[in-house]
C-alpha cells in the first residue's frame, strides 16, 4: 500500500508541475507585446567635413595628453574623442567645437588633451567653483 500511495503522490506532483508550466508557456505566447516600433536614428551631428575629420585623427596619432601626459588613444568611431587645450586661456574645446575653418592656426594655438582630460577641464571651465585644486604630493 505505501509503494502505491508513493506512485499516486509523484503522479500527481507530476502532473502539478506540468500543468503550471504549460499554463505559464501558454501566458508567455498569449501576451500581447506591442509590435516593436522602429524609430529612424538620430542624425549625427557631424561638425566637420572628411577631410577635416582625417585631419585631426592624423594631428591626434601618437600625441600625448598635455595634462596627464599619457599616450592619446587613436581614435574610432563611437570612442570619446581627445579635444583641444588652449594653455593661456585655459580654454577647453570639444572634437565637435574645434572650427573647420583656419583648422591650421588653431591647431598651432592649441595642445591636445585626452578624452578624460577634456572632460575635467570642461567641468572646470563651466564649473569652478565646485572644484578644488590640490598640490600634487611628492613622496
Same mark, same amino acid.
Given at each position: 500500500? !505505501?509503494? *502505491?500511495?508513493? /506512485? ?5 506532483? #507530476?502532473?502539478? /508541475?506540468?500543468? =503550471? $508550466?504549460?499554463?505559464?508557456?501558454? #501566458?508567455?505566447?498569449?501576451?500581447? @507585446? ?11 551631428? +557631424?561638425? +566637420? ?11 591626434? &596619432? =601618437?600625441?600625448? %595628453?598635455? @595634462?596627464?601626459?599619457?599616450? $592619446?588613444?587613436? /581614435?574610432?568611431? =563611437? &570612442?570619446?574623442? !581627445? =579635444? *583641444?587645450?588652449?594653455?593661456?586661456? +585655459?580654454?577647453? *574645446?570639444?572634437?565637435?567645437? $574645434? ?5 591650421? #592656426? ?5 595642445? !591636445? @588633451? %585626452? #578624452?578624460?582630460? *577634456? ?17 600634487? +604630493?611628492?613622496?
Amino acid at each position: 500500500m !505505501p509503494a *502505491l500511495l508513493l /506512485v499516486f503522490v509523484l503522479l500527481a506532483t #507530476a502532473a502539478v /508541475v506540468t500543468a =503550471g $508550466i504549460v499554463l505559464t508557456l501558454r #501566458a508567455f505566447k498569449e501576451e500581447k @507585446v506591442p509590435a516593436e516600433t522602429t524609430r529612424p536614428r538620430a542624425a549625427v551631428n +557631424h561638425a +566637420h567635413d572628411m577631410a577635416t575629420t582625417a585631419t585631426l585623427k592624423h594631428f591626434f &596619432d =601618437g600625441r600625448t %595628453c598635455y @595634462v596627464c601626459h599619457r599616450a $592619446i588613444p587613436v /581614435v574610432h568611431l =563611437g &570612442d570619446p574623442r !581627445p =579635444g *583641444l587645450f588652449n594653455p593661456r586661456t +585655459h580654454a577647453a *574645446l570639444e572634437w565637435n567645437e $574645434i572650427p573647420s575653418e583656419d583648422l591650421a #592656426a588653431t591647431l598651432e594655438a592649441h595642445v !591636445p @588633451v %585626452c #578624452a578624460s582630460c *577634456l572632460v575635467a577641464e570642461s567641468f572646470r571651465q563651466k564649473f569652478p567653483d565646485l572644484v578644488v585644486d590640490r598640490p600634487a +604630493h611628492s613622496h
